[in-house]
């Protein structure tokens, strides 16, 4: 007998009673789930979609067949005669995926600010089902309990399961030779616990976007938690599958970390659910006049790229003043909204954790010469994110009715991009030197991370436009993006442990303050040949990468200038 | 026609008011709205109707005072309420990547309702939206989704209907078809709570009306009882009222 939730009632309207958890759950996860596929499919093509999986199971595929090389197992003695120079073991590389998959759906589970933002323009261009609650009789907490539900599924779907598909061909296609040293049985255990992981990260991120949201203090404990958390972790004072359900279910494969693990997600996900603050309140909230204050601050936006280089001796006869209104709106909506506070704190976790993690560990004693340049690629790095952010603030479809272009609104966000990182990379770099004792690479450090900056941000920008989340899945996109952000970030890395003990640098500036005016960089140097050579790949790297960057940003309008802000 | 107990009030407010901030939204407000009655809100833009009607559907939480609907208290039951009501909001559209087929489907398995797939379809032929039932709301005309809007809403009869500008984008012929719908609605016993500031709509539909500016109700009852002299139209006394109540406030 179908349960209704129709009461008996003799008048000619029937009377209802609001549907519970259980009862909404299952229909709105599936509507969300067509929702997000859709949208996908919206921004990529439905091939590109589907190439994005395809991809990642090649790739894991080809790391799944590097294994042996990288552990030192089931290879010929003569590849890699002596086990102890192995590069990694086993458990190093449960824990290399696991520690990878949690940082990754960390970064992916903050549904209550996204949440939000979905929720306050459901009167604009754009709307979804998480703000149905707001005319719908449907909890609040049950839209966000069947979000998080349909964003498990849909990774699963798009990024696990292809990942086990390329390992299980690696392992497959392997295993008439008897060496491979994973045996078939380890996928399964693979893949579950990656479920683990995946589900365990994404609830407790969604879990600390729902205690932020409700202000006050909140909003301070919840970046202070996941700091201390992170240095805890990234420090070794407890280990990674003390948090990590997966990684401990990989390392033991005591069946009893299964169910642990699904209810503690399930259980984090749905505390998370009820924590929601309700946003269907429109609160009117006057503030000071900001956009001028901030327009007059930007003159220096109109002085052009030759007032720029120059630091406004020449500036440029004529005036830019889009940019400059762009960009003052753009960073009047990043205070208003409160998400500069989010991306400051997102940005800066993971640089305060990696400075720490240098104070407290001794590099002398690594086996890679890591110091300050080796640091300096990764901040540009990071700009990925940060760029997202910035385009997830505001839906851009009011442009559509004003003389804008896509192009400038592109140019004017990367432009707030570097205004607002740019401090934060030198605060760290600085300190970064200061605990390395490297003062020397200051200065080079400075070049490689502007450049990266430059450089990753403008592709971002470039191949993804005002939609990177989205486009992150578009296979095309994606491939693009990997492989010209990964080639010279690996490149500059390696060439970094050539400048481990900075002597090059430091050599010539011993010699300048000898020898004044007089100095000649042929002097008397201690470096060896690698060195130097090491010190000019790095600079003609940066230095291409920066002129790579600014023709990528020039070419922003032809890529993208015949879009409307509503596709 | 169905016996309509007009004694009964199916909208009830006591000192209802809210407040944002330092800003006063609404006053305290006492309305009370009858059973089949088509009661309309009237005012100028910012006036206070939106968030007189979201206050009543439990979108928005109150500063001070109480409402009940249909018998239910806003504050503590706002699912329950939205469960028994049908909201036609301002501005707001159908989910951008759902058909308008899947979202009053999604709509109508929320509210379990009996004969779900024939309702769907009946509401869809209804606004003449058959042609559109599998392009995503995004790709529709504003119109077209006001429709979808208004479909959400009436799919499961319900006995109380809050609207609020809901002819702002719908052209005329279906204008009409709406207004022949909620009057057939209201002559079953139904009853409407309507925001507007389109004084013809008052005057073709309502029952009764209030009319508010600066979040106070400057008047209420019906337009005959509301007019000063009988030459003057609705529009004399919105401006009229409007009028002083705006030098006030000054």
Not at chain 1, 280 to 297: A, M, S, Y
Not at chain 1, 455 to 464: D, E, G, H, Q, R
Not at chain 2, 36 to 56: C, D, H, Q, Y
């Amino acid at each position: 007998m179908p349960l209704t939730l129709k009461e008996e009632n003799d008048s000619e309207f029937s009377k209802y009673i609001e549907p519970g958890l259980f009862g909404s759950v299952g229909i709105t996860f599936k509507m969300m789930f067509r929702e997000e596929w859709r949208q996908n499919i919206d921004f990529a093509k439905k091939r590109h979609v589907l190439l994005f999986p395809a991809l990642l199971a090649l790739f894991s595929m080809l790391i799944t067949l590097g294994f042996p090389f990288l552990v030192g197992e089931g290879v010929p003695d003569s590849i890699n005669p002596v086990k102890e120079n192995r590069a990694f073991s086993w458990d190093e590389m449960k824990q290399a995926l696991h520690v990878l998959l949690f940082m990754g759906s960390l970064g992916l589970g903050t549904f209550a600010f996204i949440g939000r933002v979905m929720v306050s323009q459901r009167a604009g261009g754009l709307n979804y089902l998480l703000a149905a609650p707001a005319l719908q009789p449907l909890k609040l907490s049950v839209t966000y309990f069947s979000y998080y539900l349909k964003e498990v599924t849909f990774y699963i779907l798009l990024i696990l399961i292809p990942v086990v598909i390329g390992m299980a061909i690696a392992v497959f296609s392997t295993t008439q030779t008897g060496l491979f040293p994973i045996k078939p049985a380890s996928l399964f255990v693979t893949f579950i616990g990656m479920i683990l992981t995946l589900s365990q990260g994404l609830a407790i991120s969604f879990l600390g976007s729902a205690v932020w949201t409700r202000g006050g203090y909140f909003s301070k404990l919840v970046p202070l938690i996941a700091f201390l958390s992170a240095l805890v972790f990234a420090l070794g004072y407890l280990p990674f599958e003390s948090l990590i359900i997966g990684l401990k279910w990989q390392y033991t494969h005591d069946l009893t970390w299964i169910p642990l693990g699904f209810i503690a997600s399930v259980s984090l996900a749905l505390l998370g659910s009820f924590l929601v603050s309700d946003d269907f309140e429109h609160q009117i909230i006057e503030r000071d006049e900001l956009f001028l204050p901030v327009h007059k601050r930007l003159g220096f936006l109109d002085w052009g790229p030759i007032g720029w280089l120059t630091l406004g001796i020449i500036k440029s006869g004529k005036k830019n003043t889009k940019l400059r209104l762009l960009v003052t709106k753009e960073i009047v909506e990043l205070i208003r909204s409160g998400t500069v506070k989010k991306m400051i704190v997102s940005y800066s976790i993971p640089l305060a954790v990696l400075l720490l993690m240098a104070w407290a560990v001794d590099f002398a004693e690594a086996p890679i010469p890591v110091n300050l340049l080796s640091y300096a690629p990764f901040l540009g790095f990071f700009g990925f994110n940060y760029y997202s952010w910035l385009t997830a603030i505001d839906s851009p479809a009011h442009y559509d009715g004003l003389p804008v272009s896509v192009p400038e609104v592109i140019r004017a966000k990367v432009t707030v991009y570097f205004l607002s990182t740019t401090w934060i990379s030198i605060i760290f770099l600085v300190l970064m030197a200061w605990n390395l004792d490297a003062w020397w690479t200051l200065p080079g450090a400075f070049i490689v991370m502007i450049a990266n900056s430059i450089y990753i941000v403008s592709l971002t920008a470039f191949l993804m436009g005002l939609r990177p989340n989205k486009a992150i899945f578009d296979a095309s996109i994606m491939v693009w993006f990997w492989v010209g952000t990964v080639i010279p970030l690996l490149l500059l890395f390696v060439l970094s442990f050539t400048q481990g003990d900075t002597a090059l640098i430091q050599n010539w500036a011993e010699t300048i303050r000898a020898e004044g005016v007089n100095a000649n960089s042929t002097g008397p140097l201690d470096v060896s040949v690698e060195t130097r050579a090491g010190f000019g790949a790095i600079f003609a790297i940066s230095a291409g990468i920066t002129l790579l960057g600014a023709g990528l940003l020039r070419l922003i309008d032809f890529k993208w200038g015949k879009e409307n802000f509503e596709s | 026609m169905r016996h309509i107990n007009s004694e009964e009030p199916l909208v009830i407010t006591e000192d209802l008011s809210k407040m944002f901030g330092d800003f006063i939204a609404l006053h305290p407000l006492n309305v009370k709205v009858f059973a089949g009655e088509f009661f309309g809100v009237f005012g100028p833009n910012g006036a206070g109707k939106s968030t007189f009607i979201r206050l009543l559907t439990g979108q928005l939480q109150s500063s001070m005072g109480n409402a009940e609907v249909l018998g239910i208290d806003v504050k503590k039951m706002p699912q329950r309420l939205k469960a028994n009501i049908g909201i036609v909001p301002e501005s707001e559209s159908p989910p951008s990547y759902l058909t308008p087929y899947e979202y009053l489907y999604f709509i109508g398995r929320l509210r379990r309702l009996d004969d779900l797939q024939n309702k769907v379809l009946h509401w869809l032929d209804w606004f003449g939206m058959n042609d559109k039932k599998d392009t995503m709301c995004k790709d529709l005309s504003k119109g077209q989704r006001q429709k979808i809007m208004l479909a959400c809403a009436f799919i499961h009869e319900p006995r109380l209907l809050f609207l609020d500008e809901p002819f702002a984008n719908l052209d005329p012929i279906y204008q009409r078809k709406c207004r022949t719908w909620l009057l057939d609605h209201v002559a079953k016993g139904g009853t409407i709570f309507m925001c507007s500031h389109v004084l013809e709509v008052a005057e073709r539909l309502c029952t009764r009306l209030a009319i508010i500016d600066h979040g106070k109700v400057l008047v209420s009852g019906k337009i005959s009882d509301i007019k000063e002299a009988d030459s003057e139209t609705l529009e004399d006394v919105f401006i009229r009222l409007v009028g002083q109540s705006d030098n006030e406030e000054e």
